[in-house]
């Protein structure tokens, strides 16, 4: 029997008995979801089996983009859509997004003149990206790179009838899984319950209205029942397993297209590179805190999420086609130092052959009431960055739902715990006038990495600090601070998820075995329970041999 500490125990010990809302699912869509009807005042209960943002959401390629490839398909209102999205984002949360350039090679004329028109377009899209923006995060606006502009940017590029290049900006989400749970706890902070490492094991449609959920914390073992008006499936791909629990039959059919990423050493510059792989689908060279992200494949998926691993032969053939268009890289299994996969969960239209990459994003809501379940939710596909404009319009039809007239949404405007701020170098000055004692490099970490949560990490004491394998200092009070306040139940949670201090590669063996001392210390953790937490983050940086 595994060590459960007393915090674990009785974690449960607030949750009530009844809700106006449950959310399956603790990814982005959920989160947003959550925030957004708590907002409006509904008691929400979020439920997410495994951590937060352990799912679809931390397989992004950490970008905040408007969508340029899906103004070839014409769909011009889901791009100014995530062009929109893509600055409240921005007004709400600006410690979370960085400014990136994205560079797009050039070979041909006509080439760049299809790619001329689509920049203006994408410009005149965004004409609103910078209004009520910090400037520390305005987007300037595209630019054409010459040829020798273009070699100097990005050095190991195949000059083979190379033109120039088109350089626009999104934005960089450094740490989405952090982002996520953001989203989750400033909802928490407002009255809403969530928890990670509960599992909904049955869902009944009570007679008299809404629904029975009996939900089982794998942490503790403890089985409860709840019950509740809404049930909204956010479950990403496991939606269709939450349907046929409650006996939904869907018309539409859920896909699962697979991406996977590598994180290199650095190969590239400041600016993230697009390049065009042999089978005319694209790959993104992101710079990423001193290392280099490299991705996305997109295949379906057919078998079981529970069981998704990556395997290695993926991860050669994705270095391959990096290899293949990125000339000196030459990169090796050796050069990869963490990689992280995830399933899409797409909405198939029944008639649809088009592949997974060029199915489109769109989300897709639906209510099952015509299939007799009324009150019953589903939010399928969709992106990260269009996610809180999803749960407006899910929160919109509950609202019409549950009361006859919709309230008002605030998530354009509300800032998350850390967006709290007016600039960053107002943020900062403040900082260092509250706390003279701090170091300026240490205020200006903090102040970037959380925002205004820098405020309570700097208000606790800590003197000790830990390197981790890209340069970046983290320090013993933010360490503090995540694993007291965010939630962290496995040392995964917390390398992986909540910090970032895992996700550039293994630490070095000093630091990290401080580290999860520090960590095993503050959770209450005996001798056994540390070693097999250890063991868990260990097996995270090994992939499956096929």
């Not at 050493?265 to 060279?285: A, M, P, Y």
Request: hydrophobic content about 35%; overall charge positive; some cysteine.
């Amino acid at each position: 029997m595994k060590h459960i500490t007393k915090l674990e125990n009785s974690r449960l010990k607030n949750l009530k008995s009844e809700y106006d809302i449950i959310v399956i699912g603790g990814g982005i869509t959920g989160a947003n979801v959550l925030w957004d009807a708590t907002l409006r005042g509904y008691n929400c209960l979020l439920v997410e089996k495994n951590d937060y943002a352990s799912g679809t959401s931390q397989a992004t390629s950490k970008l905040i983009h408007g969508g340029l490839r899906y103004l070839k398909n014409l769909e011009f209102a889901l791009v100014r859509e995530s062009l929109s999205e893509r600055r409240y984002l921005a007004k709400i949360s600006p410690h979370a997004v960085r400014p990136m350039g994205f560079i797009i090679p050039i070979r041909s004329w006509f080439q760049r003149i299809q790619l001329f028109l689509g920049m203006e377009l994408y410009n005149a899209l965004s004409f609103d990206r910078n209004k009520e923006i910090e400037p520390d995060v305005q987007l300037p606006r595209y630019r054409w790179n010459s040829l020798g502009e273009t070699i100097y940017k990005v050095l190991g590029l195949n000059r083979k009838s190379l033109k120039g290049s088109f350089q626009y900006y999104d934005y960089a989400n450094p740490n989405p899984e952090k982002h996520t749970t953001e989203f989750i706890l400033s909802a928490k902070e407002k009255g809403a319950h969530a928890f990670n490492y509960l599992s909904v094991t049955t869902l009944k449609k009570q007679n008299s209205g809404g629904y029975t959920v009996g939900l089982t914390d794998s942490i503790s073992g403890k089985k409860v029942l709840v019950s509740t008006k809404v049930v909204v499936n956010s479950a990403g791909p496991w939606a269709d397993v939450i349907e046929s629990m409650t006996g939904v039959t869907a018309e539409k059919k859920l896909v699962r297209s697979k991406g996977i990423h590598a994180v290199v050493r650095n190969i590239c510059g400041n600016e993230c590179v697009v390049l065009s792989k042999r089978d005319g689908s694209h790959l993104f060279v992101i710079p990423w805190r001193g290392k280099t992200i490299v991705g996305t494949t997109d295949t379906a998926y057919e078998e079981d999420p529970d069981v998704f691993k990556v395997k290695q032969s993926e991860i050669v053939d994705l270095l391959d086609e990096v290899n293949y268009s990125f000339g000196f890289a030459k990169l090796t299994l050796k050069d990869v130092d963490y990689y992280y996969g995830g399933l899409r969960p797409l909405v198939e239209d029944p008639g649809s052959t088009e592949g997974t990459y060029s199915a489109s994003r769109k989300s897709e809501i639906f209510h099952y009431e015509k299939e007799g379940f009324p009150g019953f939710f589903s939010a399928l596909g969709g992106k990260y960055t269009t996610s809180r404009a999803v749960a407006e319009t899910l929160v919109n039809a509950i609202d019409l739902y549950s009361k006859g007239t919709k309230s008002t949404c605030v998530t354009k405007f509300t800032p998350l715990l850390g967006g709290r701020y007016q600039s960053l170098k107002e943020l900062t000055n403040e900082l260092e006038f509250k706390f003279p004692k701090a170091p300026g490099s240490k205020i200006d970490t903090l102040a970037r990495r959380y925002g205004s949560v820098a405020w309570k990490i700097l208000s606790s004491e800590g003197n000790d600090s830990y390197r981790i394998p890209n340069g970046e200092i983290y320090y013993e009070e933010e360490v503090e601070y995540l694993v007291n306040h965010e939630e962290i139940f496995h040392l995964t949670d917390f390398y992986f998820r909540r910090s970032g201090v895992g996700t550039v590669g293994a630490l070095d063996s000093s630091e990290r075995i401080r580290l999860d001392k520090k960590i095993a210390k503050l959770l209450g953790w005996n001798a056994d329970r540390t070693k097999e937490e250890i063991k868990a983050v260990d097996q995270r940086y090994k992939w499956f041999v096929d």
